[in-house]
């Protein structure tokens, strides 16, 4: 079994064992899901809610959309996810709302250009990929990210920060200061690492 195999089951097993809620795809609970999307909603700043486009990379079943809907009004969502089981229950959840759209890909770079982009948790579960080999493919996800984004983009990923008894080997953790370094550098002067909310990882904030 390959790791998109893998990823797949994982997935599927958390989808059919808790439907399309926040457990179902991956987070302890609806609370840690909440805290995470009001972190990576930082990107969007006041002058910005009243018209944006956004991808949510990563989007599962969608719920960054209930999420956005209850702070701002004029926004295009469009949501990317690799698993079609998770697609086809956001496009169920959300087939009234308009300017709402969701795509099962396969890649990052198939995602279509808009005002921001923003990623949630796509880059925990390394499964049997070498810790080089993970970030080389967070980076390469990030520069997709920044390509696809005209006004800029969010993330988080798990901590190196977290305490030792409770890291698990198929998960990567992140040194948020290589990452900060890295934003800054290749991407924007403006970087905004917001690690203090009490989870096992942090959200890194890309402006143009």
Not at 83 to 109: D, G, L
Not at 168 to 190: G, H, I, Q, T, V
Request: proline share 1%; charged share 25%.
């Amino acid at each position: 079994m390959n790791d998109t195999d893998k990823f797949s089951e994982f997935y599927q097993g958390h989808l059919q064992q808790h439907g399309a809620s926040a457990q179902g795809v991956g987070w302890k609970n609806e609370e840690a899901q909440l805290i995470r999307f009001s972190k990576l909603y930082e990107l969007i700043s006041d002058k910005d809610h009243s018209s944006f486009s956004i991808n949510d990379l990563g989007c599962g079943v969608g719920d960054f959309v209930h999420f956005l809907s209850t702070r701002a009004q004029n926004f295009v969502y469009r949501g990317y996810d690799i698993m079609p089981e998770m697609i086809q229950k956001a496009k169920m959840n959300y087939a009234h709302r308009h300017q709402t759209s969701f795509q099962c890909v396969s890649h990052a770079a198939e995602t279509l250009l808009s005002d921001f982009t923003i990623a949630s948790g796509i880059f925990n579960i390394r499964f049997e990929a070498h810790d080089e080999q993970w970030l080389t493919h967070v980076l390469e996800t990030l520069e997709i990210m920044n390509n696809k984004s005209l006004r800029g983009f969010a993330f988080n990923i798990l901590s190196i920060y977290s305490d030792p008894e409770y890291r698990k080997k198929e998960l990567y953790y992140a040194d948020p200061r290589y990452l900060f370094d890295y934003c800054k550098k290749s991407f924007s002067k403006n970087v905004a690492l917001l690690h203090d909310y009490d989870q096992y990882d942090f959200t890194l904030i890309v402006r143009k």
